[in-house]
């Protein structure tokens, strides 16, 4: 009947390190409807039943590239899993490192320039930036969904960082 | 875009969408789901028909973004909006720090707070609570996330607990993944008739 044990698929608490049975574990315990929400949500911007043109190789690599760019390591480490069990191999896997800009791929260069200014300073996008991936060949439902990805790890990562500040203090 | 507004007001501006919204017409039954669209209920708004481009995590996303935001218990609702708003600032999301703002001052019956955001910006001067949770949101909306230890013993030293800080944690990181879609798929215009 413990109600700080934390369901042991949950990456958040795992990567956050939260101690069993802690003050952070009960905190979280009574929002398991919102750590719930966020696995759907990461399964939902990870690795969706209809990818469009966003493969799921391409997902977990933008993904690995995204928590490096936020020196996350471990949550790098955590879909650089994702990045193998997809398969994903050249310019694929190549996404994750952010040294890597896509040279001589229009798509891929257009993609990631949007995720890197869109994770380190969305507040200097501007509407060029969704004219380039469309120039870049990506429909509308293309630019939501890589949108959306760049956005729910926003998310995902600070929750991670604020649960480990959490713990460092608890 | 001529009209786009820069600058930050507690006014809601419109919001113009750069993507193309899907067509309700022509909404597949998932999509219908996801918007919760019902013979009653057929008013959608254009962000949220531009998100349903993206079924799937749409249909997760909204959930989740009512929890963080209106979840009893916890953290009280004008300091959600209050960790929202600091999200906001930081990512310059005109619409986003509109919509929280206004939402903070309705809920407070103040409006000296956000006069000292919108002014002053992340080194607002506020009432210590205040800007112990402006603070920490602030500094976890950068990337890499600035937040540190000092900032959550100033948390704890405000008087927050530990439900009240997750809940914090919580409407802050939604804000750095809704102020991205608000502030790249669209632009805050000014409604007609005004400014």
């Known amino acids: 009947m413990d109600a700080s044990v934390l369901p042991e698929d949950d990456v958040i608490a795992r990567l956050a390190g939260v101690a069993p049975g802690g003050a952070v574990a009960a905190a979280l315990a009574g929002r398991a409807d ?10 939902a911007s990870l690795t969706p039943q209809e990818p469009g043109g966003l493969s799921h190789g391409e997902r977990a690599a933008l993904a690995v590239r995204i928590a490096r760019l936020h020196r996350e390591d471990d949550l790098a480490a955590h879909y650089a899993e994702l990045v193998a069990r997809a398969g994903a191999t050249g310019a694929t896997a190549a996404l994750a490192d952010p040294a890597f800009k896509g040279e001589g791929d229009t798509r891929l260069a ?45 998310y995902q990562i600070r929750v991670v960082k604020g649960l480990k500040l959490m713990q460092a203090t608890a | 875009m001529s009209g786009t507004l820069h600058a930050f007001t507690t006014e809601v501006p419109h919001w113009q969408p750069r993507v193309k ?27 949220v028909l531009v998100l349903a481009n ?60 956000m006069q000292r955001v919108f002014a002053e910006g992340e080194a607002a001067a506020l009432e ?26 100033a948390l704890r030293a405000a008087g927050l607990t530990d439900a009240e800080i997750l809940d914090l944690i919580l409407s802050a990181a939604l804000f750095g993944w809704a102020n991205r879609l608000m502030h790249t798929l669209g632009d805050p215009v000014a409604k007609e008739g005004e400014g």
Do not use: W
Not at chain 1, 34 to 43: P, S, V
Not at chain 2, 32 to 40: E, G, Q, R
Not at chain 2, 79 to 96: F, M, Q, T
């Open chain 1, 34 to 43: 919102i750590l719930a929400m966020t696995r759907e949500a990461a399964a």
């Open chain 1, 110 to 154: 257009a993609l990631l320039a949007y995720a890197d200014l869109v994770t380190l300073a969305p507040k200097d996008a501007v509407a060029g930036d969704i004219e380039k991936l469309k120039a870049a060949g990506l429909g509308d439902a293309d630019v939501v969904r890589l949108a959306e990805l760049v956005a729910f790890l926003a």
């Open chain 2, 21 to 47: 919204p899907i067509d309700l017409a022509q909404a597949s039954p998932a999509q219908l789901d996801a918007l919760k669209v019902t013979p009653s209920n057929t008013k959608v708004s254009d962000y």
């Open chain 2, 54 to 113: 993206d079924v799937e995590t749409l249909k997760a996303r909204t959930p989740l973004f009512n929890a963080i935001m209106y979840n009893r218990g916890g953290l009280g609702r004008a300091e959600r909006e209050l960790g929202a708003v600091g999200a906001s600032v930081v990512n310059r999301c005109i619409y986003c720090a509109a919509v929280h703002a206004s939402r903070y001052n309705q809920l407070t019956k103040t409006q000296e707070t």
């Open chain 2, 128 to 153: 210590p609570r205040e800007a112990a949770i402006f603070r920490f949101a602030s500094k976890l909306s950068k990337t890499p996330s600035a937040a540190d230890g000092d900032d959550m013993r």
